[in-house]
């Protein structure tokens, strides 16, 4: 059922287009990386209903949102429009609101009635829709089990005479409440609502969205635990390092291939996948005390070798240094701010959209105040200076971040190095182990 972008969309206003560019260029900075695996959808998409994971509250949308180059309008849950501030950002966007029964337990059935009839109309128009078919934002180590609404959408857009689609949207995170972590967009494959069977709406709708749950999960690594996740996720990334990938992409492709292996090694016995557990657990927990990546060690040159030479970046570092240094020194306040609001908050996974939030308020206002400080308080030309220095210096900041980041030369003993790589070729030695048994399992079979 992969079909190709046919419906024009309708075209975005102004403000909107303005408001997706300038959040395109946010989500940049918030990002040390966004990577994108599959086909995003034309700027002539239209009638598709787009369905994701939920992960990181109102990052997720923006992340897909400003990753497409149509107009999307995002479905948000209504009590966002009770936040001050947010109403407006939300109208801008084009966001539709839906009343969850666990905001309004006394909701009537018939209460999205209404929103149901707008979004069908827009569907058959040429318009697109987003929504988190698992109903709120999580920290499962799994997708949630996705609700009816996406299909039920599609289902309105054709009776109302659309050629509707639909197209899941997976999204990863290295690490999601952290600034300048990496995130990855996968877009799957386009799917035609009218080529769902079913005997009955009801039917096609049920069969529709569990082919969402199926794209949903051919995209996302996944375990049954949090500890089966992290394990999959920690042995996904000496592999990729072994192959010398360090892009997230790469650790997604290799982790949806460990997770099959592991659900397979399961059914063999449960002592394979602990002896896998140990060995990488004990070597991960090394790497943790040190604070060293897996990618730092992961070659047999590269502990020893990455002290004696010019790490990548080394010209960026010496360069944008004085200007970093100013950057670390006028921007510490506003730094810590977004993060310390952030640890009041009771939902876990509102992290990063309070820190994002919290970040545009307070550094505009910062950059502005100490703009205004030096042009009033400093003469020509030493106000220019100081002026463009307070704009450049924490961009400059975070581009030394990355150079540094990119590469950090291997601090540890020789002795350290030597138990970490003994530690690492334990877990890789199970982990061939593993595979070894999984292949006779397979060839058996």
Same mark, same amino acid.
């Given at each position: 059922?992969?079909?190709?972008?046919?419906?024009?969309?309708?075209?975005?206003?102004?403000?909107?287009?303005?408001?997706?560019?300038?959040?395109?260029?946010?989500?940049?900075?918030?990002?040390?990386?966004?990577?994108?695996?599959?086909?995003?959808?034309?700027?002539?998409?239209?009638?598709?209903?787009?369905?994701?994971?939920?992960?990181?509250?109102?990052?997720?949308?923006?992340?897909?949102?400003?990753?497409?180059?149509?107009?999307?309008?995002?479905?948000?849950?209504?009590?966002?429009?009770?936040?001050?501030?947010?109403?407006?950002?939300?109208?801008?966007?084009?966001?539709?609101?839906?009343?969850?029964?666990?905001?309004?337990?006394?909701?009537?059935?018939?209460?999205?009635?209404?929103?149901?009839?707008?979004?069908?109309?827009?569907?058959?128009?040429?318009?697109?829709?987003?929504?988190?078919?698992?109903?709120?934002?999580?920290?499962?180590?799994?997708?949630?089990?996705?609700?009816?609404?996406?299909?039920?959408?599609?289902?309105?857009?054709?009776?109302?005479?659309?050629?509707?689609?639909?197209?899941?949207?997976?999204?990863?995170?290295?690490?999601?409440?952290?600034?300048?972590?990496?995130?990855?967009? !996968?877009?799957?494959?386009?799917?035609?609502?009218?080529?769902?069977?079913?005997?009955?709406?009801?039917?096609?709708?049920?069969?529709?969205?569990?082919?969402?749950?199926?794209?949903?999960?051919?995209?996302?690594?996944?375990?049954?635990?949090?500890?089966?996740?992290?394990?999959?996720?920690?042995?996904?990334?000496?592999?990729?390092?072994?192959?010398?990938?360090?892009?997230?992409?790469?650790?997604?492709?290799?982790?949806?291939?460990?997770?099959?292996?592991?659900?397979?090694?399961?059914?063999?016995?449960?002592?394979?996948?602990?002896?896998?557990?140990?060995?990488?657990?004990?070597?991960?927990?090394?790497?943790?005390?040190?604070?060293?990546?897996?990618?730092?060690?992961?070659?047999?040159?590269?502990?020893?070798?990455?002290?004696?030479?010019?790490?990548?970046?080394?010209?960026?570092?010496?360069?944008?240094?004085? !200007?970093?240094?100013?950057?670390?020194?006028?921007?510490?306040?506003?730094?810590?701010?977004?993060?310390?609001?952030?640890?009041?908050?009771?939902?876990?996974?509102?992290?990063?959209?309070?820190?994002?939030?919290?970040?545009?308020?307070?550094?505009?206002?910062?950059?502005?105040?100490?703009?205004?400080?030096?042009?009033?308080?400093?003469?020509?030309?030493?106000?220019?200076?100081?002026?463009?220095?307070?704009?450049?210096?924490?961009?400059?900041?975070?581009?030394?971040?990355?150079?540094?980041?990119?590469?950090?030369?291997?601090?540890?003993?020789?002795?350290?190095?030597?138990?970490?790589?003994?530690?690492?070729?334990?877990?890789?030695?199970?982990?061939?182990?593993?595979?070894?048994?999984?292949?006779?399992?397979?060839?058996?079979?």
């Amino acid at each position: 059922m992969h079909v190709a972008d046919e419906v024009h969309g309708e075209p975005a206003s102004g403000a909107k287009r303005a408001l997706v560019s300038t959040f395109r260029s946010v989500m940049r900075l918030y990002f040390r990386r966004v990577e994108r695996v599959g086909h995003a959808p034309h700027a002539h998409t239209g009638g598709r209903v787009f369905v994701s994971n939920h992960y990181n509250a109102l990052i997720d949308p923006i992340l897909v949102i400003t990753d497409a180059a149509c107009d999307i309008s995002p479905i948000a849950k209504s009590t966002l429009w009770n936040i001050p501030g947010l109403k407006w950002l939300l109208d801008l966007a084009g966001a539709v609101p839906i009343i969850r029964r666990s905001d309004a337990p006394e909701k009537d059935a018939g209460a999205n009635a209404a929103v149901f009839a707008r979004i069908a109309a827009h569907l058959a128009r040429g318009g697109n829709i987003l929504i988190f078919p698992e109903g709120t934002s999580h920290s499962e180590p799994h997708l949630a089990p996705l609700r009816t609404g996406a299909a039920r959408m599609l289902a309105a857009g054709e009776a109302a005479g659309g050629a509707t689609t639909f197209q899941a949207v997976g999204l990863e995170f290295d690490a999601r409440d952290d600034f300048r972590s990496r995130c990855l967009v !996968l877009w799957g494959p386009v799917r035609r609502f009218a080529e769902v069977a079913g005997a009955t709406e009801d039917e096609r709708v049920r069969a529709a969205t569990a082919i969402m749950d199926a794209d949903l999960r051919e995209l996302l690594v996944e375990g049954e635990t949090h500890e089966e996740r992290r394990l999959i996720a920690r042995v996904a990334e000496m592999l990729a390092s072994d192959a010398g990938d360090a892009s997230l992409s790469g650790w997604n492709t290799i982790g949806r291939q460990v997770e099959l292996a592991a659900s397979t090694l399961r059914g063999l016995g449960a002592e394979t996948v602990m002896a896998v557990s140990v060995r990488v657990d004990a070597y991960f927990a090394q790497l943790e005390r040190l604070g060293l990546r897996d990618a730092q060690v992961a070659a047999p040159s590269s502990a020893p070798a990455a002290a004696a030479s010019p790490p990548r970046g080394l010209v960026a570092k010496v360069l944008l240094a004085p !200007l970093a240094a100013s950057g670390f020194a006028l921007y510490a306040i506003p730094y810590f701010i977004p993060r310390l609001v952030a640890k009041r908050t009771r939902d876990a996974d509102a992290v990063s959209t309070i820190k994002l939030g919290v970040a545009l308020v307070v550094y505009p206002v910062w950059m502005a105040g100490l703009v205004g400080a030096s042009l009033t308080l400093l003469p020509p030309p030493v106000s220019y200076i100081a002026a463009a220095v307070a704009v450049a210096s924490p961009f400059a900041a975070l581009r030394w971040l990355d150079a540094w980041w990119e590469r950090t030369p291997v601090a540890p003993t020789g002795g350290e190095l030597a138990a970490l790589a003994r530690l690492r070729i334990a877990a890789r030695t199970a982990i061939d182990a593993a595979r070894a048994r999984l292949a006779d399992a397979t060839v058996l079979s």
